[in-house]
């Protein structure tokens, strides 16, 4: 990234967590003395580096992974506030974002049973019903190909595992997991623990896969 889209992305993840809101380009403008056009195209550059995600067709901020623009089947509570995630694993990673204590409240996507989930001191400190899983319905290699679709409509929460295989969502192993809080809070490390650092980088391929394999995720599913 430029420096400049590096102190753009930040703002957009600093304004997310004071506002619950993210920032729009008329704000944007101003604070970093750009014209519109210039603000845009940082936009722009910012999602296709898969910082953020934008509305189609506008320049306007959907998504800050995790942090939704929208209101989501996915509220987490954190420093006092209520914010939504984009889905089911961007909700336990607020915890692996932060570090401080995070409450998410969901629901079952096959029955909307109320799913509660508190995260604290990095593991799932209370889970109801016990049985909740996360359910990621696509494989990570296809994650990317329309992420708006991806966080929408195929990263869950199932309220157990037999309510996950009732549902048009269960898949082969090779192009769905279900994985518990605690899992998803280690996958979630490198990913999500910098957001708020200046020189954060998405890490690359490479590095995930080492990191996928560290923490025990291995197979088809995790191919990239």
């Known amino acids: 990234m430029t420096a400049l ?5 930040l703002a957009i993840f600093e304004g997310f ?3 619950a809101r993210p920032p729009v380009v008329e ?3 101003p604070a ?5 056009a210039d603000a845009e195209a940082v ?5 296709d580096a898969r910082h953020i995600a934008l509305v189609p067709g506008t320049a306007r901020i959907l998504m800050a992974f995790p942090f939704s623009a929208v209101a989501t089947p996915f509220a987490v509570e954190a420093r006092g506030r209520t914010y939504f995630a984009n889905c089911s694993w961007d909700a336990v990673a607020f915890h692996a974002m932060l570090g401080d204590e995070v409450r998410v409240a ?3 996507h096959h029955c909307a049973r109320p799913i509660e989930v508190v995260m604290a001191d990095g593991a799932a400190r209370h889970v109801d019903p016990a049985s909740a899983v996360v359910h990621l319905a696509l494989p990570p290699s296809r994650w990317w190909d329309d992420i708006v679709t991806t966080c929408g409509s195929s990263m869950v929460f199932f309220c157990s595992p037999e309510h996950r295989d009732a549902s048009d969502l269960c898949g082969p192993p090779e192009e769905a997991v279900s994985l518990t809080p605690d899992e998803v809070h280690a996958l979630s490390g490198p990913i999500y623990a910098r957001k708020f650092d200046i020189d954060y980088a998405r890490p690359g391929r490479e590095e995930l896969l080492v990191h996928f394999a560290r923490i025990g995720l291995t197979g088809p599913y ?3």
């Not at 889209?5 to 992305?9: C, E």
């Not at 936009?43 to 999602?47: S, T, V």
Request: aromatic share 8%.
């Open 222 to 224: 995790w191919e990239l």
């Open 106 to 108: 969901s629901s079952c």
């Open 17 to 19: 967590l004071s506002e």
């Open 43 to 47: 936009l722009h550059d910012l999602a």
């Open 27 to 29: 704000e944007l403008m």
């Open 32 to 36: 970093f003395d750009l014209r519109r």
């Open 5 to 9: 889209a590096a102190r753009v992305r």
